[in-house]
């Protein structure tokens, strides 16, 4: 299970936007079958159950979404974020007035079978590493757009890490930002005359030349970028200690243990978030 200390919580004011922005999505106009088939009096108790092996993740998003609808509508957790459920397994059961359950039930298990996939993929990754492996599973900007801080805790909840939030939180010279200034070695010295002092210098690479000219550059971590496992094993002895290596491009399960043997330090996979599956969840009704 995923150490729940490692989960910082989705922050409030990000949240509650989010889930208010799917809510209008779908009730801007009401519910015309709720509203014509239940009356406002029925109470209900439908179950949160995975219908298949997951991660769970979400279940903060998920209450929120009954929360906006009805504050009145309780949620009692019987499992957390980060757990492990197998297919049958109840992991929550929503209390109140079923007019309202029934109103936020779909924009709830969307956010929680995005969530619970992008956690169940990363799990997988997480699981392939050897078991003494010191290397980091991490994600990339490779986002929804307006679900970047529900995907990313979804990776946590899988055991993985995030990278850089957004562009202003670090320096990560690209392959078309080399294009654009002309050189690896142009880009890099621009870079570091202009970022903090507190801020290190990354620099993606594709070829072992480009390595060499960012390591002679003061590059402090640099990405490589579509390696072959040949070609990522030179370039670790290339690198020889002086920088953090980050492997991204062409990452498969089966290359995990591959990736991880040959001595590096994180290995980035945008498919955590941009390919994940949504799992399935269901909300039963007795």
């Known amino acids: 299970m995923t150490d729940r200390r490692a989960l910082p919580p989705i922050p409030l004011v990000v949240l509650d936007a989010v889930v208010r922005g799917a809510l209008a999505e779908d009730l801007s106009r009401g519910d015309l079958t709720t509203d014509a088939t239940v009356p406002q009096d029925v109470l209900g108790s439908p179950v949160l159950r995975a219908r298949e092996r997951l991660v769970i993740a979400g279940l903060d998003v998920f209450a929120k979404a009954f929360a906006l609808v009805d504050p009145e509508i309780q949620i009692e957790r019987r499992r957390l974020d980060g757990e492990v459920a197998e297919a049958g ?84 010279i690209k392959d078309n930002h080399i294009a654009a200034c002309g050189s690896v070695t142009t880009a890099i010295e621009r870079a570091r005359s202009h970022a903090p002092h507190t801020s290190k210098i990354e620099c993606e690479v594709d070829t072992v030349d480009q390595l060499h000219e960012a390591l002679e550059a003061g590059a402090d971590i640099v990405m490589l970028d579509n390696f072959d496992d040949q070609t990522l094993a030179d370039a670790v002895a290339i690198v020889a200690g002086r920088a953090f290596i980050e492997v991204s491009g062409n990452v498969t399960l089966e290359r995990i243990p591959v990736i991880a043997q040959a001595g590096v330090h994180a290995i980035s996979i945008g498919g955590l978030t941009h390919s994940s599956r949504s799992v399935d969840l269901g909300l039963d009704w007795s």
Not at 121 to 145: C, G, N, Q, S, W
């Open 89 to 172: 397994d109840v992991i929550a059961e929503i209390k109140g007035r079923a007019n309202p359950i029934l109103k936020g039930e779909r924009v709830a298990l969307n956010f929680m079978q995005r969530m619970s996939g992008v956690a169940t993929a990363t799990r997988r990754f997480v699981d392939a590493l050897p078991e003494d492996a010191t290397m980091r599973i991490t994600d990339t900007r490779k986002t929804t757009p307006g679900l970047r801080a529900l995907e990313r805790y979804a990776v946590r909840c899988g055991g993985g890490h995030n990278h850089r939030e957004d562009l202003g939180a670090a320096v990560l």
